[in-house]
T-cell receptor, first 114, second 113 residues
Framework: KAGVTQTPRYLIKTRGQQVTLSCSPISGHRSVSWYQQTPGQGLQFLFE???????NKGNFPGRFSGRQFSNSRSEMNVSTLELGDSALYLC?????????????FGPGTRLTVT | SQKIEQNSEALNIQEGKTATLTCNYT??????LQWYRQDPGRGPVFLLLIRENEKEKRKERLKVTFDTTLKQSLFHITASQPADSATYLCAGISSGSARQLTFGSGTQLTVLP
């Protein structure tokens, strides 16, 4: 079974620009979560999508948004980029079965804002 | 706010010894705790999950405990090997429908040959 894939792997943007990151979950997984990882704050939860609906949201400003498509693929968007948005953005998928909490992470997208 | 703390940022041990990593939680009661391994430049990899009503869980050389009185989980790697060197992350999952993961900052383990 193919793992979680994320594109692009690396991205350099300028302050004020916007960016869209993409995530394809493991086949059959309908839940996709996004995380931001920085050296100072660690791994922080952004949001979770299931069946094209946002089910859960972390404490991030409205500049961070996402969506999920009918094939479970997900995108996240960050508008009006700030230097502090430089981070590794990780996507994770999991089975939605009630007993399943294992998250399968992708390799991440390294975003650098200059 | 709910918090997961991993007290040691870094831990060095000799090959063959048992590594013990600590995870403490405050301001909430996670129904589950998970442990992940993360190598540089890669996403975390799930290792073990333990429920609040379980005292201990084992998988090969790995053992995790969950003490709801101390609000703590311990993660042990026995007969450690240099290949076990990585950052280990603890994560709590609250009960209820949210199922949101709260991660600790991680402990970087180095196993010296």
């Amino acid at each position: 079974k193919a793992g979680v894939t994320q594109t692009p792997r690396y991205l350099i943007k300028t302050r004020g620009q916007q960016v869209t990151l993409s995530c394809s979950p493991i086949s059959g997984h309908r839940s996709v979560s996004w995380y931001q990882q920085t050296p100072g704050q660690g791994l922080q939860f952004l949001f979770e999508y299931f069946s094209e609906t946002q089910r859960n949201k972390g404490n991030f400003p409205g500049r961070f948004s996402g969506r999920q498509f009918s094939n479970s693929r997900s995108e996240m968007n960050v508008s009006t980029l700030e230097l502090g948005d430089s981070a590794l953005y990780l996507c994770a998928s999991r089975s939605r079965a009630l007993s399943s909490y294992e998250q399968y992470f992708g390799p991440g997208t390294r975003l650098t804002v200059t | 706010s709910q918090k997961i703390e991993q007290n040691s940022e870094a831990l060095n041990i000799q090959e063959g010894k048992t590594a013990t990593l600590t995870c403490n939680y405050t301001n909430y009661s996670p129904a589950y705790l998970q442990w992940y391994r993360q190598d540089p430049g890669r996403g975390p990899v799930f290792l073990l999950l333990i429920r609040e009503n379980e005292k201990e869980k084992r998988k090969e050389r790995l053992k995790v405990t969950f003490d709801t009185t101390l609000k703590q989980s311990l993660f042990h790697i026995t007969a450690s090997q240099p290949a076990d060197s990585a950052t280990y992350l603890c994560a709590g999952i609250s009960s209820g429908s949210a199922r949101q993961l709260t991660f600790g900052s991680g402990t970087q383990l180095t196993v010296l040959p």
